[in-house]
């Protein structure tokens, strides 16, 4: 299966990939999580990203294509196909990804739309942690740590993101809405579009997707 997650930070795109490739054996490839432990680990890509990243606007076409297509390359990615969580962001990533796999007689099978409103986006992204020892995530409103601070699984602090500041959630929130649309538009006009209420509980989600993408069991 070689799937797109599409739709805006803190729709809970992350979450479901997470839980879908665990299912299926299938890479969850994340451009945000690419990135972040690049500038984590303080690589050459980590000092090219980090303005972008701090502030909310995009990584220019050519270093974030590069990075996946290394990534899409990959053995596992080859054999089991992927999950990709985070891209592509515009159309232009699109048409590099379809031209990419089309060189490799791929193409992607689905693509599912996480449908949300602003106002909650807001909830959720002020409320997102993750711990900076494990980087388990958790949301201060949704699924609280145990203790608050600490991490259930290593006790390590847990931090906001850079990025879920309030400036930056409004500026990721402005370039979503100029980037998304078109993008499902792309999307649609292939037929590959599956659109999912994304305001729901977690599992009921994930249930929906297993069934509409005939992987239930
Ligand atoms: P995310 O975790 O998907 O919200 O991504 C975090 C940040 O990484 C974004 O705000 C962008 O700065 C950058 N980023 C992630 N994916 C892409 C992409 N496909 N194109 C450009 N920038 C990206």
Redesign the pocket.
């Known amino acids: 299966m070689r799937l797109i997650l599409l739709g805006p930070?803190g729709s809970g795109k992350?979450t479901q990939a997470a839980v879908l490739s665990r299912r299926w054996g299938a890479p969850h490839v994340?451009?945000?999580?690419i990135?972040?432990e690049a500038i984590r680990s303080d690589s050459e890509l980590g000092s090219k990203?980090r303005r972008?990243?701090e502030t909310?606007?995009?990584?220019?076409?050519e270093i974030?294509n590069e990075i996946?297509f290394d990534r899409l390359a990959r053995r596992d990615c080859q054999e089991k196909g992927f999950l990709l969580?985070?891209?592509?962001?515009?159309v232009a990533?699109a048409r590099a990804l379809d031209g990419w796999l089309a060189d490799r007689g791929d193409g992607i099978d689905r693509v599912v739309d996480f449908e949300i409103g602003d106002e909650e986006l807001i909830r959720r992204l002020s409320g997102r942690r993750h711990c900076e020892k494990c980087g388990r995530d958790y949301n201060i409103v949704f699924r609280p740590p145990r203790n608050a601070g600490l991490c259930d699984v290593c006790s390590g602090r847990l931090v906001a993101r850079k990025?879920d500041s309030p400036e930056s959630i409004r500026r990721?929130l402005e370039?979503t809405t100029e980037t998304l649309n078109p993008l499902r538009d792309y999307y649609h006009a292939k037929g590959l579009v599956f659109a999912i209420d994304a305001t729901g509980d977690v599992q009921e989600i994930t249930e929906v997707l297993l069934a509409e993408l005939g992987c239930a069991k």
């Not at 994340?30 to 999580?33: D, F, I, K, Q, V």
């Not at 909310?56 to 076409?61: F, I, K, N, T």
């Not at 969580?85 to 515009?90: E, Q």
Request: aromatic content about 10%.
């Open positions: 930070p992350g994340s451009t945000g999580e990135f972040r990203v972008y990243t909310g606007e995009l990584v220019p076409d974030v996946v969580d985070g891209f592509p962001r515009t990533q990025d990721r370039v």
